[in-house]
């Protein structure tokens, strides 16, 4: 999550982590992502106990692996496979290095934006059912959560990784009506085919008054190989919950991180070889990682807004829809 580049994770964290298996439940909230209709749990399958349904999906290493083929981007043939679809494995010696560097992220809003959704997650209610999409490595700033055990977090990804307790396709959310009390995207809705669509599916799966946390790129260069699609301005990133009303929003990273991230992917296009290219990361990392540090001043600039490296939101839902009009006049950038 909130990782761009060319992301890479050590070998060793790349193992799927058996203690973060769904509680019951969790497990009793699952639907079928094709009808809805509700699970059984047999052995090493799960079957959709709809008649005019049936499908069966299956049980990886205790892991519900819920996708509908018939719409997904994704099969099961390559879900199951080894490669990785976002963060690509390298060695010891190399996840050594790349850790002595200095790194072109500041995400600088995400603890204390994390902080206060926990508070409004427990003023709302005694026990919290948090689903986190794409969930295959630990959010930026979300280590508030887990511990907490009036937080039950239901990590999610696309594939198996590191902490996925359920693999399942964002488009088609395997959850009841209103079973949900929060969801997390961060770093996500970039990645999916569809957007709208996607925010359809967690204002599903939302309880009422259920909240939404979502963090997402405006200027950003390809992180995601073959699945990375779309950006936001920040009234974009609004209009994506125009049926959440706002508790929070702005930059979670200001130009100075745009401005580090384009320079170094202008050095790398210069270079075809992975070699020249790992170098070239490296150097690029060593001379601009300092432009950050700007972000700091940048972020309670208004006209900010208009060249940010990416922008958050937290909303809960609501049964009025936010008017375009309204939308258009809350601009806020550097041209008002």
Same mark, same amino acid.
């Given at each position: 999550?909130?990782?761009?580049?060319?992301?890479?994770?050590?070998?060793?964290?790349?193992?799927?982590?058996?203690?973060?298996?769904?509680?019951?439940?969790?497990?009793?909230?699952?639907?079928?992502?094709?009808?809805?209709?509700? @699970?059984?749990?047999?052995?090493?399958?799960?079957?959709?106990?709809?008649?005019?349904?049936?499908?069966?999906?299956? @049980?990886?290493?205790?892991?519900?692996?819920? /996708?509908?083929?018939?719409?997904?981007?994704?099969? +099961?043939?390559?879900?199951?496979?080894?490669?990785?679809?976002?963060?690509?494995?390298?060695?010891?010696?190399?996840?050594?290095?790349?850790?002595?560097?200095?790194?072109?992220?500041?995400?600088?809003?995400?603890?204390?934006?994390?902080?206060?959704?926990?508070?409004?997650?427990?003023?709302?209610?005694?026990?919290?059912?948090?689903?986190? *999409?794409?969930?295959?490595?630990?959010?930026?700033?979300?280590?508030?959560?887990?511990?907490?055990?009036? *937080?039950?977090?239901?990590?999610?990804?696309?594939?198996?990784?590191?902490?996925?307790?359920? *693999?399942?396709?964002?488009?088609?959310? &395997?959850?009841?009506?209103?079973?949900?009390?929060?969801?997390?995207?961060?770093?996500?809705?970039?990645?999916?085919?569809? &957007? !709208?669509?996607?925010?359809?599916? /967690?204002?599903?799966?939302?309880?009422?008054?259920?909240?939404?946390?979502?963090?997402?790129? =405006? /200027?950003?260069?390809?992180?995601?190989?073959?699945?990375?699609?779309?950006?936001?301005?920040?009234?974009?990133?609004?209009?994506?919950?125009?049926?959440?009303? @706002? *508790?929070?929003?702005?930059?979670?990273?200001?130009?100075?991180?745009?401005?580090?991230?384009?320079?170094?992917? =202008?050095?790398?296009?210069?270079?075809?070889?992975?070699?020249?290219?790992?170098?070239?990361?490296? @150097?690029?990392?060593?001379?601009?990682?300092?432009?950050? +540090?700007?972000?700091?001043?940048?972020?309670?600039?208004?006209?900010?807004?208009?060249?940010?490296?990416?922008?958050? =939101?937290?909303? !809960?839902?609501?049964?009025?829809?936010?008017?375009?009009?309204?939308?258009?006049?809350? +601009?806020?950038?550097? =041209?008002?």
């Amino acid at each position: 999550m909130s990782v761009l580049g060319d992301s890479i994770v050590p070998v060793e964290l790349q193992r799927v982590n058996a203690s973060l298996q769904l509680s019951e439940h969790a497990r009793s909230l699952l639907r079928c992502p094709a009808c809805l209709g509700t @699970l059984h749990f047999d052995g090493d399958t799960i079957e959709c106990a709809a008649a005019e349904c049936g499908r069966v999906y299956p @049980l990886v290493d205790g892991i519900p692996v819920l /996708i509908n083929e018939c719409t997904s981007v994704f099969a +099961y043939d390559g879900l199951l496979e080894s490669r990785p679809r976002f963060f690509k494995p390298v060695g010891k010696l190399r996840g050594w290095l790349t850790r002595l560097l200095p790194t072109l992220d500041n995400n600088i809003a995400a603890r204390r934006n994390f902080a206060r959704f926990r508070a409004e997650l427990k003023a709302r209610r005694a026990k919290s059912r948090v689903l986190v *999409i794409g969930g295959g490595v630990l959010g930026y700033g979300m280590e508030c959560l887990l511990d907490d055990p009036a *937080i039950e977090l239901i990590e999610t990804d696309v594939a198996p990784g590191q902490r996925p307790q359920l *693999i399942c396709d964002a488009h088609d959310l &395997p959850f009841a009506d209103g079973s949900i009390d929060a969801v997390i995207a961060q770093a996500v809705l970039e990645h999916v085919l569809d &957007p !709208q669509a996607v925010v359809e599916e /967690i204002f599903r799966v939302l309880g009422d008054q259920g909240m939404v946390y979502a963090d997402t790129p =405006f /200027i950003s260069q390809v992180h995601g190989r073959e699945f990375d699609f779309t950006r936001f301005t920040y009234l974009g990133h609004r209009r994506l919950f125009r049926k959440f009303g @706002l *508790i929070d929003g702005g930059m979670t990273g200001g130009p100075g991180v745009a401005l580090a991230w384009t320079l170094r992917y =202008f050095v790398l296009s210069f270079f075809e070889s992975a070699a020249l290219r790992a170098v070239a990361s490296g @150097l690029s990392r060593c001379a601009f990682f300092w432009l950050k +540090y700007c972000d700091y001043y940048l972020i309670q600039r208004a006209g900010a807004k208009d060249a940010a490296s990416a922008f958050y =939101f937290m909303g !809960q839902k609501q049964a009025q829809v936010l008017d375009d009009r309204e939308l258009v006049a809350s +601009y806020e950038g550097g =041209f008002r």
